[in-house]
Each structure stands twice: as C-alpha cells, then as structure tokens.
T-cell receptor, first 111, second 114 residues
C-alpha cells in the first residue's frame, strides 16, 4: 500500500516565524502536488512538482521535490495568519490515475 | 470558486439508508474523482471516471457505487449506511487523464449518519 506520511501533524507558530512541512514515502511518484484546505472548503492546489530535485517558489512558499521523487517539503517564510489551514501533499504514480494523499499538516499561525 | 459544484452541502440520514451525492465538474473537464475525508483517515481516494468510464478504483466499499453521465456530471451512491460513513465527500475534476493533472475540488458534501 502506498502511503504518504506528513510531518508534523500539527503546528502552531507565531506570525513571522519560518516553518517546514515534510511529505515522505517509500514509493516513487511521477508527480507530487501540494494543496491547502480551509475549513468548509475543498483542497486548493498550490503547486505541482514533477522533476526530481525541482524547487518551486510561490511568494513566501518554497516547494522541493526530492531527488529520488519519494519525498517533498514545503517551507514557509515569515508565516502569516492567512497561511493557517490544512496542508496536504498528494502523489501520483506513473501510469495510474490514482492520487495518494498525505496524512495532512494542520498549521495555525497566531497573530 | 473552483467551478466544481457539489450538492447537497449537508446531508443527515439514518443508518441503513441510501443517499446520492451529486457533482458537476468544471466546464470542459472530462475526469471526475471522488474522495472521502474523515478526521482519522485523511483524504481517501474512492474512484475516478473519465468521459463516462470508470478509470481507477481506490478504497471504495462495495456498498458505494458511482457513475458519470453523458453530460459529465457524476453521482456517488452510498447504501446501507453505517455510522462510520459519516465524513466529508469531495468531488474533483480535471481535464487530462494521467497522473499529475491539476484537480479542482468542490466544496464537499458533509454526510452525517445518525
């Protein structure tokens, strides 16, 4: 069974701090996506990474795909209260149409 | 607004009952995915349809079934409901077929089985 483990599970930090969320698997993925989900809404795609070692930046968010395409990280610089939410990684395996979602990281940024 | 519409937003029913959840994908999207999200299980992939045909199956129970109609909307049928079926059910749609495609999620249907 393919699993995507995310860590930490919960994170509560002060505004302005930096943080990193990790997404790890023993499986190789052809692509990996990061989503943010807010209460009462569906997940919203933040980024897709497809190449091993790829780094993508989205304002204060930096996403990295591991060289072996088994893991990924999301780094947030100078977190804001608006970053609060559930962060999910999701991996897709080449040749399949299934997405495996990670266990999620619930982030709370305090003003 | 993702462009994916799910109805109803909330559903309260009793054990043993049957319900139907509906999803209208974004205009032009041929793929529809169904997911179940519960507090202790995270987001679980249930099933995917592409242009009316089933393409991938995940952890979908035999009591659950889905279909995609010619107009591309999809329905998820849940029968013989149990307390443990209480969860958020999300539909997502995308244009392409293969993994790595961008999925757009609806706001979900919250099912409460009493």
């Amino acid at each position: 069974t393919q699993l995507l483990e995310q860590s930490p599970q919960f994170l509560s930090i002060q505004e302005g701090e930096n943080l990193t969320v990790y997404c790890n698997s023993s499986s190789v993925f052809s692509s990996l996506q990061w989503y943010r989900q807010e209460p009462g809404e569906g997940p919203v795609l933040l980024v897709t990474v497809v190449t091993g070692g790829e780094v993508k930046k989205l304002k204060r968010l930096t996403f990295q795909f591991g060289d072996a395409r088994k893991d990924s990280s999301l780094h947030i610089t100078a977190a804001q209260p608006g970053d609060t939410g559930l962060y999910l990684c999701a991996g897709a395996t080449s040749g399949t149409y299934k997405y495996i979602f990670g266990t999620g990281t619930r982030l709370k940024v305090l003003a | 607004d993702s462009g994916v519409t799910q109805t109803p937003k909330h559903l309260i029913t009793a054990t043993g009952q049957r319900v139907t959840l509906r999803c209208s994908p974004r205009s032009g999207d041929l793929s529809v995915y169904w997911y179940q999200q519960s507090l202790d299980q995270g987001l679980q992939f249930l099933i995917q349809y592409y242009n009316g045909e089933e393409r991938a199956k995940g952890n979908i129970l035999e009591r659950f079934s889905a279909q995609q109609f010619p107009d591309l909307h999809s329905e998820l049928n849940l029968s013989s409901l149990e307390l443990g079926d209480s969860a958020l059910y999300f539909c997502a749609s995308s244009v392409d077929l293969a993994g790595g495609d961008i999925q757009y999620f609806g706001a979900g249907t919250r099912l409460s089985v009493l």
